[in-house]
């Protein structure tokens, strides 16, 4: 059966399906999934039972992955490639480190120097009822955004740290987590090099704009996430187990909701693409 493509949302997203993602895909077979990707920003994989080696080995066919070294207390202790985005409490019983990963609308690695191109997620544990991710179309954002505000923000730059909700829970790692990555201009925006098209690039971790005081920056960073993940724009995803899904973090944003209850298992892992350079330490 060949590949058939089934949109997810008006703004973005699409499901592959008749793919079978533990076999090798051929050329034509990948060149109309990277199409799809470059076109709909999310691809949704259903029903992939595949074991880690299978993940890793289909990301990187989207290029070279991450080793997480950013964050090394999420990664899988034996696959580099792989980060953990789980509640399962660590050996000891402490809270997992991960529990709440992703929890404030972002697109990943935005605090290093070299962003993500994209990454893939599958679903290993879900809960019967929510823990829902929220995705949303950054090409729509900044399309939408008036001449005048485009033109204020081009040459505009946010400063991304790799902080976290809930920072009382973890004040050491916070600590750690900002020595391993001291905070970074990113342009608000980006040209997507693939595309070509200019997209919205900012996000709930983005604490202030480079040369502008805390004052100042917030409400336009407030106004720009507020706009950016207007309801159009979003796709909301309810995870089943052996989903796979694959985002653009060039031109997508997401976030992961936590509506789900306590006490019940949300088991993820992900690998993490490459992407090119961009932005520059604030020293
Ligand atoms: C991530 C992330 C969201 C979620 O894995 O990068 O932000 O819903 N996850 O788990
Ligand atoms: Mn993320």
């Given amino acids: 059966m060949s590949i058939a493509v089934r949109p997810l949302s008006h ?4 499901e592959i399906q008749n793919v079978d993602l533990a076999q090798p895909l051929s050329n034509s077979e990948f060149d109309q999934i990277h199409r ?3 076109e709909k920003g999310i691809l949704l994989f259903r029903k992939q039972q595949i074991t880690r080696e299978q993940h890793i080995a289909f990301s990187r066919r989207f290029g070279e992955l991450d080793r997480h070294d950013s964050l090394p207390r999420d990664r899988h202790p034996d696959y580099p490639e792989l980060l953990l985005v789980t509640n399962i ?3 000891d019983g402490t809270q997992s480190a991960s529990k709440y990963t992703g929890q404030l609308w972002h697109s990943d690695l935005s605090f290093t120097l070299e962003p993500s191109l994209g990454s893939l997620l599958r679903g290993i544990t879900i ?7 929220m995705f949303t179309n950054m090409y729509m954002a900044y399309d939408t955004l008036s001449d005048g505000m485009k033109k204020m923000i081009e040459p505009l730059h946010g400063i991304h740290t790799g902080k976290r909700k809930l920072l ?4 050491e790692h916070e600590r750690e987590q900002n020595k391993l990555n001291p905070p970074i201009a990113q342009p608000l925006v980006r040209v997507h090099p693939e595309t070509g ?7 709930e971790k983005v604490s202030c704009l480079a040369g502008m005081t805390p004052e100042e920056s917030k409400p336009i960073i407030d106004y720009l996430v507020r ?7 979003v796709y909301r995803h309810q995870w089943q187990q052996d989903d796979i899904i694959l985002w653009d973090n060039r031109c997508t944003m997401h976030v992961a909701l936590g509506d789900y209850a306590d006490g019940e298992i949300r088991h993820l892992e992900r ?12 020293q």
């Fill in 11 to 14: 703004a973005l997203g699409a």
């Fill in 36 to 38: 799809t990707f470059l």
């Fill in 89 to 91: 409490p660590e050996k």
């Fill in 127 to 133: 809960p019967p009822v929510g823990g829902d991710t």
């Fill in 168 to 171: 009382d829970i973890h004040a």
């Fill in 197 to 203: 098209r200019k997209a919205l690039y900012v996000g």
């Fill in 227 to 233: 706009h950016a993940t207007r309801p159009q724009f």
């Fill in 271 to 282: 690998t993490t693409v490459k992407g090119t350079p961009s932005g520059y330490y604030l």
